[in-house]
């Protein structure tokens, strides 16, 4: 018979083997929408031609900005509180903006 440590690390890992699926998931389907945006943004003569509106700036953001709170989270040792989900969530927004302005600006 197992012991209630064995159930507690099966639980465990079996939450964390469906965290790290969906994370793969959402990279696999950024790495797409990349590919997607890039190819064509290279439709055109010159892609920097007419520049990034507002609207392709928000898209590219996103997922910079997810990318950057996904790294930061994996690299902060998986100590989860659920304390920390407000400051992850504000985190992501203040990334999220300042991505979006800059890429919008610059591009």
Do not use: C, H
């Amino acid at each position: 018979m197992t012991g209630g440590a064995d159930r507690r690390d099966r639980n465990d890992a079996a939450k964390l083997f469906v965290a790290v699926a969906i994370a793969v998931a959402l990279l696999i389907a950024l790495g797409g929408a990349a590919l997607y945006f890039l190819a064509g943004m290279f439709e055109r003569p010159s892609p920097f031609a007419g520049g990034l509106d507002l609207k392709q700036a928000a898209v590219i953001a996103f997922g910079v900005s997810l990318a950057v709170i996904l790294v930061m989270t994996i690299a902060s040792g998986g100590d989860a509180v659920p304390g920390e989900l407000p400051f992850t969530i504000l985190g992501f927004l203040v990334f999220f903006v300042v991505f979006w302005l800059m890429i919008a600006w610059i591009f």
